[in-house]
């Protein structure tokens, strides 16, 4: 007898297996979008607001969506990872239909409102995902009388100044110097600018918010209570729930403020003047903050040489001859005169930071345009003053190097008064300043990013001895997916406490128990997200292993029945 050519039970088992994982994929988005039009219609009772709202990637506005909002060149590009759907909501019941329906089809949902995360994490991932796109919940209301304003998280920064100087001359806002940043991801991350040092951070003036749970529920500080509360104004919105507004308390500006920018070279004794900085500008009066950026860039003197440039650029909340007053005295290697000052209103002093043409209007800080860098940052904190000989080694390193810079960022003031575990982010007392590590570039190709990336990896670690150790500590807002990453698999607690200590040090246990008491299947989850707790995490595992028996044995019963009729049929 000749050698059989049937297959044998197990490889058939295989090619079917194989075959329903080819034609699922096949069908993949195709069904994720059905199964999601149809459920949010459902939920939303209008099949024409949601044609209106949900974009598949056979839309022709599909990319033009995608793209408006990426905010890194280095994420748009055509092998970045798309999502199968992007979802722009008008109201609130659109967003708990979202959460709903995403969850309900077992599909990951990033949230975006602004776009501007460092690492792209709110608009793209390694798995099939939909992108819940905010920018149509932009309302923002400003209450004068009350000094509140109601802000929903599409809003960017410079229309939440802009809405503010509308109705008041005397009032602002502490928040980012971009005007572009979304609200969303922003204040949910904590959210500095050039008046932390008197006012703190953003998340400081939340007095309420409205967040969109796992569950679909619309909910306020009240309903939401407190510990969920505390973990959004600061912890990242997006380990939580969807944020859909923040109310947050004005703040009183001066109707002058000053603006100034110093800039130094090495031959110019910059040395000295990051050295007296370092005394200064986390001591002095909390009105002044000064910024100061570290550039490598070429010398003027030493022909073919570089050398460092460091910048002191400035707000001072009130007049130009008061403060050049502290700075002959506190700061007189700045050699501030008063013809270097700018005096203006607070709005011009928000036009004047971010880098706008002078003369420009208010009107610009509306403008959503948005010219995309190839970029990356990293953070670092600063708690003993770094010496001369320090300094020195660091200006060959950042010299050798090329291209890396750095923005240091004063704290003090408003920021060592408050506890650190008011809010979830915990760099507060003790810390002299913050460290941003800055690079872009325009080369779209891969060595580029290689090049640069591992450049201000490099600097990264020969700042190793001159910053906060166990641990060394980073700012959410500055994305860094170089200081870990969950996959969500075994080890996702573990994971997870590598970067959750560097971002929010002792304040993470809270966020865990926080996150596991309020989305325990972790529905909102994202390459960083706080997870949830070791016990919990075990209990989910053994349900999975047992829904992937129970998966086993169904495909077992389907090829048992599958063979019985092809056996009935021959
Ligand atoms: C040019 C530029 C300038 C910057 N300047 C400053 C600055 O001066 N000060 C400062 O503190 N930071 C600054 N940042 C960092 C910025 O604060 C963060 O990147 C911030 O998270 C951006 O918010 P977004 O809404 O624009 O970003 P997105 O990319 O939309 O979101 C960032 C994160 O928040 C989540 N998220 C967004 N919206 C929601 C929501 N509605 N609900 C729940 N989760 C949400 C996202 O999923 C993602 O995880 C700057 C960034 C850039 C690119």
């Known amino acids: 007898m000749g050698k059989s050519t049937s297959l044998s ?177 922003h204040l949910s991350g904590g959210g500095y600018g050039n008046m932390l040092r008197k006012h703190g951070l953003s998340v400081d003036h939340v007095i309420d918010a409205q967040i969109v749970d796992v569950n679909g529920r619309l909910l306020d500080k009240e309903s939401m209570g407190e510990d969920l509360f505390w973990a959004i104004r600061g912890g990242g919105g997006a380990s939580f729930g ?23 070279t090495l031959e110019e004794n910059a040395t000295d003047l990051v050295l007296q900085w370092q005394q200064v500008a986390p001591h002095t009066d909390d009105r002044l903050f000064m910024r100061l950026l570290l550039q490598p860039v070429t010398s003027k003197v030493k022909k073919g040489q570089k050398t460092v440039r460091a910048s002191v650029v400035a707000l001072f909340l009130g007049g130009a001859d008061e403060v050049v007053t502290i700075l002959e005295k506190e700061f007189p290697l700045l050699g501030l005169k008063k013809e270097t000052c700018i005096e203006s209103s607070w709005i011009e002093s928000v036009i004047w930071w971010g880098d706008f043409d002078n003369g420009t209007r208010p009107n610009a800080l509306l403008d959503r345009n948005y010219s995309a860098k190839f970029l990356k940052r990293k953070s670092d904190y600063v708690q003993n003053p770094i010496s001369r000989d320090g300094l020195e080694g660091i200006w060959k390193k950042m010299i050798e190097l090329g291209k890396t810079g750095f923005v240091f960022n004063p704290y003090g003031g408003k920021m060592w008064e408050i506890p650190a575990d008011t809010t979830p982010f915990p760099h507060r007392a003790g810390n002299l ?60 607690y573990e994971q997870g406490e590598v970067y959750g200590a560097k971002y929010f040090n002792s304040n993470f246990d809270r966020l865990v128990k926080i996150k596991t008491a309020v989305d325990p299947e972790n529905f909102f989850r994202n390459e960083q997200s706080i997870p949830v707790s070791p016990r919990l995490q075990s209990a989910a595992e053994n349900l999975l292993q047992s829904s992937l028996f129970q998966k086993l044995v169904l495909s077992l019963t389907c090829l048992l029945a599958f063979l019985n009729n092809a056996m009935l049929y021959s």
């Open 242 to 264: 969807v944020i859909v507004s923040y109310t947050v308390k004005l703040v009183p500006v001066p109707e002058t403020v000053t603006v100034f920018r110093v800039g130094k």
């Open 433 to 492: 300043f913050k460290i941003q590590y800055s690079v872009n570039w325009d080369d779209p190709s891969a060595e580029a990013t290689k090049n640069f990336t591992t450049q201000a990896s490099s600097l990264y670690s020969y700042m190793t001895p001159f910053v906060s150790k166990n641990p060394r500590s980073s700012y959410l807002n500055y994305r860094d997916l170089d200081i870990g990453i969950n996959d969500f698999a075994k080890n996702s």
């Open 9 to 185: 039970p197990f490889y058939l088992y295989l090619i079917l297996i194989i075959l329903s994982q080819v034609s699922s994929f096949l069908a993949a988005d195709d069904s994720v979008y059905g199964s999601f039009f149809h459920c949010l219609t459902n939920h939303t009772n209008s099949s024409d607001q949601t044609s209106n709202i949900v974009f598949a990637q056979t839309n022709s506005s599909f990319s033009s969506v995608l793209r408006s909002y990426i905010r890194n060149a280095r994420f748009n590009t055509t092998s970045t990872p798309k999502p199968l759907i992007i979802v722009t909501p008008l109201q609130e019941s659109h967003v708990q239909g979202t959460v709903i329906c995403a969850k309900t089809i077992g599909i990951q949902m990033k949230i975006r409102s602004g776009g501007h995360d460092y690492e792209g994490i709110s608009y793209i991932s390694d798995e099939p995902f939909i992108i819940l796109d905010m920018f149509n919940l932009r309302k923002i209301t400003v209450d004068v009388q009350n000094e509140v304003a109601v802000i929903q998280a599409g809003a960017t920064l410079g229309e939440v100044y802009y809405s503010i100087w509308e109705k008041s001359k005397v009032h602002g806002f502490p928040a980012g110097v971009c005007p572009t940043v979304g609200v969303g991801g």
